[in-house]
């Protein structure tokens, strides 16, 4: 331990308990991890926590350090796996299960090939259609993505950066994320998705929750489905049909009359990941918005955000039970 580590810790809960007086709960969650080196400890904050969580498979939407309805449902979704009252705070003993084995916040930076494949998303479906891909518009959307993060959180992360004049060289704050893959996770038996509560969870053979995310459903009542479903197909990097007639509030829409094809990528309107439902037109898939997962509601399926639809994605198999409740 560092001869430093008291008087640093001292200094933290000082520094906390200021940044609470003044109700500056976003920097407690930004800066919180930066006087604690010693690993593996307990989560201290929201952001630790849900940086945590999301290394978990324990999803509460965009990482931003803010102890949000999305955050809290994640949180309470971990305490029920670990048959811990499912109060949605960071309690004594959820910290005590809840914990890190490496700092929250890292420096990272993108490379040369990140940048060079960055293109403006076209603003009509033609023009989308032309394009051979669909890819990240900007280095802070990419960065968001790859890092689970809010953009406005990212840019608080790193008052310094230039994110619109961003080259290989520049270095910035993120929260410490990797892709999950199964082995990480353990093996699906079954989804089960809650429509009032928004949330898709994923559960072993032994009935253990071993994923949570949150979801987006449809606007319409009578286009959510119910029931039980199975999965009919897994595709990574799916292209899109647009069809006018699910877009009856889109001029262009009307006036195209015919459908397109558009191509893959993460600002296609599934986003990175289809995962079809026996039932005509339904599936669970990614989107470009991944702020909007939960808080918006889709044409009639089951809308994650992209990170979350990846680790879905590695999960999923073909005849997979998929139950739909109300």
């Known amino acids: 331990m560092s001869p430093h580590r ?12 200021l940044a609470l007086l003044l109700g500056n709960s976003r920097a407690v969650g930004a800066e919180a991890s ?4 010693v690993f593996p400890r307990a989560a201290n904050t929201w952001l630790e926590t849900q940086v945590a969580l999301a290394r978990r498979g324990f ?13 809290a449902a994640a949180l309470q979704a971990f305490q029920r796996r670990e048959s811990l009252a499912p109060s949605g705070e960071l309690d004594a003993a959820t910290r ?24 403006p998303v076209p ?6 259609s032309r394009e051979e891909s669909l890819a990240y518009a900007t280095a802070l959307e990419l960065a968001a993505e790859r890092f689970h993060a809010g953009p406005a959180f990212l840019r608080r992360l790193n008052p310094q950066v230039n994110w619109d004049e961003i080259s290989s060289d520049t270095k910035f704050r993120a929260p410490a994320i990797v892709r999950l893959e199964k082995a990480a996770l353990g093996s699906a038996a079954r ?24 979801v987006s459903i449809a606007r319409k009542v009578e286009k959510r489905p119910r029931g039980e479903l199975r999965v009919t197909v897994v595709v990574t990097d799916p292209d899109y049909t647009f069809d006018p007639a699910v877009f009856p509030e ?3 829409a009307r006036e195209l009359g015919r459908k397109l094809i558009i191509p893959p990528g993460p600002n296609n309107p599934v986003g990175v990941a289809w995962i079809g439902l026996d039932l005509p037109g339904y599936g669970i898939h990614g989107t470009p918005d991944p702020e909007k997962v939960g808080r918006t509601e889709s044409h009639g399926c089951f809308r994650l955000a992209n990170w979350d639809a990846r680790t ?9 039970p998929v139950t739909v409740e109300p």
């Open 96 to 119: 005590e299960r809840l914990t890190l084995d490496a700092p929250a916040i890292a420096e990272t930076s993108l490379t040369a090939d990140d940048l060079a494949a960055l293109r």
């Open 312 to 320: 879905l994605l590695a999960l999923a198999w073909v005849g997979l």
């Open 123 to 128: 603003a009509t479906w033609l023009e989308k």
């Open 59 to 71: 999803s509460g939407g965009a990482i931003d350090g803010i102890r949000g309805p999305q955050s």
């Open 250 to 252: 889109s001029a262009e």
């Open 6 to 17: 008291p008087r640093a810790t001292l200094i933290r809960a000082a520094w906390i308990a």
């Open 34 to 37: 930066a006087f604690d080196d």
């Open 191 to 214: 989804v089960e998705i809650r429509l009032e509560e928004r949330v898709l969870e994923v559960f072993d053979r032994d009935a253990r929750l071993i994923a949570h995310f949150p």
